[in-house]
Every structure is written in C-alpha cells, then in structure tokens.
C-alpha cells in the first residue's frame, strides 16, 4: 500500500524558515517524480514544486522560485521542501504528491495527507 | 502557464442525478488532463487521467471526455459519497488546477 506522511508544517513568522518532510512507502521510490501541491482557502490548490526521479532535476512555480528547494534522499524513501523568506501568502496545507512515472510534469496518483503551514506574527 | 477554467464553480443536485462539470483549458493540452475529489480535510483523489482514463478502484459512474481546451466530467448517477468539491489539472505543460467545483446536496 502506497503511503506518503508529511511532516515539519507549523507557525512561523514572515521572513523564516520552515522544511516540510514527506516519507513513503509501499513503491519504488526512485522510479517516480515527486511533488509538493498546496492547498489555500482563497487560490485552491497550485503545484509548488517537482523533482526528478534521480533528484537531479528541480523545478518550481513562479510563487517560490528563489525561496524553495525541494530535494530527496532515495535511501530514505524521503522527499523534502526547504521554505525560506516565508510570506504570509505561503500559508497553506502543503501535500506531498506521486507523479505517475518519472516525467515532472504529471498527474498525481497518491498523495499525502497534508501538512498545515502558517506564516504568521 | 496554462489557466483552467472550471464550471460551474458549485451545483446543487440529488442523489440519482446526472453531473456534468466542464474544464476548459487556455491552450489546447492533448488530453493531458486528470480529475479529482476531495472531501472535506482530506486529500484530493484520483479518478481520471489521459481525460477519459478511470484510475483503478473509481465507480464506472464516473467517465470523462474532451479534446483540445475542453474537457467533461460525468458523474452518471450521483451517489450519496460523490458530494465533495471536484478539480480538473492539467499536466501538458507546468501543472495547473482549476479552481474547483463544489457538488452540494439538493
């Protein structure tokens, strides 16, 4: 069974700094691209980041590029989001997601439960 | 990026009913599209891709079609466990949601 848990969310101040953390299981982790989407009440959901199955490859929304990296350890079944110079516009429930194969830009077959970030004073 | 754009945004309708929610891309994306569910504090689910392709385990109840910028979900007869909110994603080029449909109970 396919499982994706998050974890790291939580409060910060505008201007920090915060690492989301995804661990799976239940596939071969290395054969697939992997995905963070989050979800806001006002602008639903935006794809935040990819990364290549190899983790070689990265790639970013226009929101985050910059701020974000996202990366992933294959030996730990992990995947990670870096979030620096948060903004209050970067609250959000932040999914981790599976791409279908190995290609970037893909559908999302599972997905995490979501992990609640606050940027906030 | 490419925008999608959803209609209607919410639709009320009883268990039994046809369902029919449109997505309509801003540039034609090759059927490269997929739709989800999600209910209430949990996670979006996958119900179709390749726009007509159902996800393993969905109800056939459920089917998709469209070419070009415009694509169709269809919920044949609606189910007391299909109200949720619905999104259409396309993944031709920089993945992109549309802004969701909300099936609420008549």
Do not use: H
């Not at chain 2, 994306?29 to 989800?36: E, G, K, T, V």
């Not at chain 2, 393993?56 to 998709?64: L, T, W």
Request: proline share 4%; hydrophobic share 30%.
């Amino acid at each position: 069974e396919v499982q994706l848990l998050e974890s790291g969310g939580g409060l910060v101040q505008p201007g920090g700094s915060l690492t989301l953390s995804c661990a799976a299981s239940g596939f071969t982790f290395s054969s697939y691209a992997m995905s963070w989407v989050r979800q806001t009440p006002g602008k639903g959901l935006e794809w935040v980041s990819a990364v290549s199955n190899s983790g070689g490859s990265a790639y970013y929304a226009d929101s985050v590029k910059g701020r974000f990296t996202i990366s992933r350890d294959n030996s730990k079944n992990t995947l990670y989001l870096q979030m620096n110079s948060l903004r209050a516009e970067d609250t959000a429930v932040y999914y981790c997601a599976k791409g279908y194969s190995s290609s970037w830009s893909s559908y999302f077959d599972y997905w995490g439960q979501g992990t609640l970030v606050t940027v906030s004073s | 990026d490419i925008q999608m754009t959803q209609s209607p945004s919410s639709l009320s309708a009883s268990v039994g009913d046809r369902v029919t929610i449109t997505c309509r891309a801003s540039q034609g994306i090759s059927n490269s599209l997929a739709w989800y569910q999600q209910k209430p504090g949990k996670a979006p689910k996958l119900l179709l891709y390749a726009a007509s392709r159902l996800e393993n385990g969905v109800p056939s109840r459920f089917s998709g079609s469209g070419s070009g910028t415009d694509y169709t979900l269809t919920i044949s007869s609606l189910q007391p466990e299909d109200f949720a909110t619905y999104y259409c994603q396309q993944y031709y080029s920089t993945p992109t949601f549309g802004g969701g449909t909300k099936v609420e109970i008549k």
